[in-house]
């Protein structure tokens, strides 16, 4: 298979995967970009121009996600765990709900019921609110079919993980006063249920979906645009023109490139299938096996989702839920998002040296300072958005709204250039700038869907825990850590990674945010440990992207195989070893919360801060690769396992000796330094006794 086809497999895998995979024809090709395209322009004049209330703007907003899956995904996917290929073929009905080619009836007909359901709340909305605690029938019964398709549009989107939680949540809350002691609560009435969950901004139309609406979208539609513009491409040229020349270049700037992709992204396989069509064959063309090129794309584009300004898009939701503003979020994310992606460079060198991989040489590397100026245009929406965001600190809205503008203004520029250099009639380039235009609002309402209706079925969950299962969750865990820090802290990551394998990122870090995070916070106290409520909720957003390439499901891994060639599941392992250094990074900030930021305001503070955070990565590294210039020897080992343990828990060292947790810091600093330097320097030391 060549590298085009290799590529191509990954686009439809990601295609199917993300968009469903619908190849439809005449007029039904049109129907899916033109409604996603409408939803952009609806989201885009919200800031400005339509001054719409927030219960509005949620209900329109999770109307178009609903109609857009109804449209793009079968009732069936033609190979799953439930429907086998062979059966489609043999069985009428299930070839006519697994069709692709075409909107079945049945499939538009559950969509428009569905859009309905969700407009029932602006349409009747003074009605609602005087009926408010005392449903009448049809609004339950509107409210039933909501939850129902809502959850149903999950499972198709999003795959049966969502909608299973979501459903036994439901269930519980009815029946909860049957459970053991330990876990009961008084249960529920079928009409108070569903009247929080379908009629009030505490369950499906919450701060979750809230968040999707007015902020969320804008990224992803900004990111969409980026992309369309050229903006993905320079990306990945720009960081192989930087690091392309030095040993293992290629997957260094396979690194970058997905972190500079990530930070206008909110999808890890998007992000794989993006930059890994052209660093995987790089890699491998510089001597990575395909497993570890894979691999190292794999965990590149899953860590891109820490990078600001989106990560992943739940960015905006973290601030919702803490009560901090953006910049805060922002503030105490960077630090520990730029050591992740310094230490998997760092792993690629180390790679690198095992592989005795030899720099790429200088001719097959674009000109760096070249390839900056081919497209530093690409940068100008980019430093506004920033600047309006840290500078000006306006809201995220406003930002990405203007960010947005300037895109479009570029996009037209470029095609006005164009047709002044190339002698392009006006009509050819207005007609190729307006198709630009429609391509990216169509992909930007195609990228939202599944998170829109991912944050609204995980406000269901949210809803039923607010009923008073909240408390009952917070007992059993409490029992089950024994009301110790750390066993909930191990609690939380597994419980994180294997909700993960099913869930998307965002609603993964909704669930086990409103379940967990108080928790870690409550048991922290007890313990005498101050655990901020952003480290907590950051904790958990860490364990629900490093979910991404967990196998067996790590969607991320089956792409980047594609393109490799390479086992998807050995993919995949090997990818979550890469990422064990950024599972280490949450407990760092829990204990360790400078790492945040918190409390500090001095540039030397954070200069301290940032190296020795990235020592204590660099030394993890060392460690789980039991190589630096050469295999660790026992002692080498040992000082890199003591360097981690004084880095990470200086607080500790601090109390038990009583020297300052600045100078432990230092010594694990040195410590590290010294093992680094005595690797490098033993070979030559033992040549010379020779």
Avoid: C
């Amino acid at each position: 298979m060549s590298q085009i086809e290799e590529s191509e497999e990954a686009k439809r895998l990601a295609e199917e995967v993300e968009f469903g995979g619908r190849r439809l024809q005449s007029w039904q090709a049109y129907s899916i970009p033109i409604v996603a395209a409408a939803w952009s322009l609806f989201q885009l004049a919200l800031p400005q121009v339509l001054l719409l209330s927030a219960v509005y703007a949620r209900a329109i907003h999770l109307a178009f996600a609903l109609l857009l899956v109804y449209l793009s995904f079968p009732f069936f996917k033609s190979r799953g765990i439930f429907v086998k290929k062979g059966w489609v073929k043999k069985n009428a009905l299930l070839r006519y709900l697994s069709r692709t080619d075409r909107i079945s009836v049945f499939d538009l007909v559950l969509g428009i019921l569905a859009t309905a359901a969700a407009l029932y709340l602006v349409l009747d909305y003074e009605g609602i609110g005087q009926r408010q605690g005392a449903p009448h029938g049809f609004d339950l019964l509107v409210g039933v079919v909501l939850i129902i398709l809502l959850l149903e549009a999950a499972r198709r989107a999003l795959g049966l993980a969502l909608p299973l939680i979501a459903g036994t949540f439901i269930l519980y809350s009815l029946v909860s006063e049957w459970m053991p002691d330990l876990i009961a609560f008084r249960s529920s009435s079928l009409e108070k249920l569903i009247g929080k969950l379908s009629m009030s901004t505490e369950g499906i139309y919450g701060v979750p979906l809230d968040v999707s609406a007015s902020v969320v979208f804008l990224f992803v539609l900004f990111g969409a645009m980026l992309e369309r513009a050229g903006g993905g491409y320079y990306f990945i040229q720009l960081a192989y023109s930087l690091l392309g020349r030095f040993r293992g270049g290629p997957a260094k700037a396979a690194v970058l490139a997905s972190g500079l992709t990530g930070m206008v992204s909110g999808s890890s396989i998007a992000n794989t299938v993006t930059t890994g069509t052209f660093t995987i064959p790089l890699m491998k063309k510089a001597g990575y096996p395909a497993v570890k090129a894979g691999a190292i794309e794999v965990a590149a584009s899953t860590n891109g989702q820490l990078m600001p300004p989106i990560m992943g898009a739940a960015a905006f939701i973290i601030a919702e839920y803490t009560g901090l503003s953006y910049f805060e979020v922002v503030r105490a994310a960077i630090v520990p998002a730029l050591i992740a992606y310094i230490g998997l460079i760092y792993i690629t060198h180390i790679e690198a040296l095992k592989l005795d991989i030899q720099p790429v040489p200088k001719d097959e590397v674009p000109e760096f300072w070249k390839t900056f100026f081919s497209g530093i245009h690409f940068l100008i929406p980019l430093l506004l958005l920033l600047y309006f965001l840290m500078i000006e600190r306006r809201s995220a809205q406003l930002s990405a709204y203007y960010a947005i503008l300037s895109l479009i203004g570029l996009m037209l520029l470029k095609n006005v250039v164009l047709a002044l250099r190339k002698k392009v009639a006006w009509k050819d380039s207005l007609k190729n700038f307006g198709v630009e235009i429609f391509e990216s609002l169509a992909s930007g309402g195609r990228n939202m869907m599944g998170i829109g209706v991912a944050v609204a079925a995980a406000g269901i969950i949210v809803g039923v825990v607010t009923l008073g299962l909240g408390g009952a969750i917070s007992e059993v865990v409490a029992v089950l850590s024994g009301g110790r820090l750390i066993p909930l802290l191990l609690i939380t990551a597994a419980a994180s990674l294997i909700l993960g394998m099913g869930l998307p990122t965002t609603a993964n870090y909704i669930v086990m945010a409103t379940l967990t995070a108080p928790i870690i916070v409550q048991l922290g106290g007890d313990a005498g440990l101050v655990v901020p409520l952003i480290a907590a909720h950051l904790f958990v957003f860490y364990f629900g992207i490093l979910s991404d390439d967990t196998p067996p499901v790590g969607l991320s891994a089956y792409a980047a195989s594609a393109i490799s060639k390479a086992d998807p599941i050995r993919t995949g392992i090997q990818g979550f070893r890469y990422d064990m250094r950024t599972a280490i990074l949450p407990f760092m900030f829990i204990f360790n919360t400078d790492l945040l930021l918190i409390g500090v305001t001095h540039w030397w503070e954070i200069f301290m801060i940032f190296g020795s955070g990235l020592a204590a990565i660099f030394a993890f590294v060392s460690l789980t690769q039991n190589y630096i210039y050469q295999r660790n020897r026992i002692w080498e080992a040992i000082g890199l396992l003591l360097t981690v343990a004084v880095l990470l828990r200086p607080d500790f060292f601090e109390a038990q000796f009583g020297l300052e947790r600045w100078w432990w810091k230092l010594i694990g600093i040195t410590l590290f330094f010294f093992i680094h330097l005595s690797q490098k320097a033993w070979p030559n030391l033992r040549r010379h006794a020779q």
